[in-house]
């Protein structure tokens, strides 16, 4: 007779009970990602950031992972415009990656110096600078625990109002509703899996509610269905307004959308404009885009 009295509350600790085993396999997953046990110690700097005001600038930037091998990039100077999509292509292994991690702080830098607006970004303070910046990659990671998690995860204190919004500007809310939970169901290792367009979308609604200043995305090698392809399009053309946006770009549109792209090779900057510049030099980024129809990739 007791224990049916309990009844309720064994349900109760039950249903706690595997709720605690979902928080724990996600903070393993957030540790996984903060171990950084084999990363360079990267020192904070003092001075706040809030607000991008010019851009981020490259000056004379080289670096190697390792000082006996050949830099990953040498030499770079570029500009990046605040408020508006530069688009990054290059072959494999040419530093496009590289360039990420050095604008992210991944690593120390020797050579050249990177500036945000007007001061070095070495003397930014390193937590407000990351907190500005969203990273939408390709392996997007989904930690084991609900679509609404997954979403929320960017940021403390969001509400479902915003969570919802989010994914309607990643075009992710209607097959989030589709789901047999809707935004409770479980992802993950041990949820529903989503393919990879569906994936982004989720990643993209994560980003989303950062609000973040930089939008960085690190577009699929691999195609996505037309369909993914084109709502991701839609959600990024949204998104990009008045931010500023990094793309390691290997679609041709979203090439042909950016308002700069940056062509690198073997570490180098080798060409650098809008693309009608580009096509006039009649250079190498001419001729993979040439070689391309449109939505193909480069
Ligand atoms: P992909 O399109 O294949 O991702 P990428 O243009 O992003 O290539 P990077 O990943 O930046 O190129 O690599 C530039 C160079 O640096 C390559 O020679 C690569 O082998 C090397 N490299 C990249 N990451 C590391 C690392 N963690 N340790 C050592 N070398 C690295």
Known sequence: FILYRLQPQVKQLDAAKVNLIALSSAVDDVISLLDDSDKPYIRSGNIHFQKLKQGIYFESVSFAYNATEKPAVQDISIVIPQGKTTAIVGPSGAGKSTIIGLICRFYNLEIGEIYVDDYPLKELNLHDWRNQIAIVSQDVHMFSTTVWENIAYGR???????????????????????????????????????????????????????????????????????????LIQEALNTLSDNRTVIVIAHRLATIEQADKIIVLNAGRVIEQGKLPDLLKLNGLFAQLYNLQHRNAHI
Do not use: C, M, W
Request: charged share 25%; no cysteine.
């Open 156 to 230: 403390l204190g969001v509400t479902e109002a915003e969570v919802i919004e989010a994914a309607k500007l990643a075009n992710a809310h209607q097959f989030i509703s589709e789901l047999p939970q809707g935004y409770d169901t479980k992802v993950g290792d041990r949820g529903v899996r989503l393919s990879g367009g569906q994936r982004q979308r989720i990643a993209l609604a994560r980003a989303i509610v950062r609000n973040p200043e930089i939008l960085i995305l690190d577009e699929a090698t691999n195609a996505l269905d037309s369909i993914s392809e084109h």
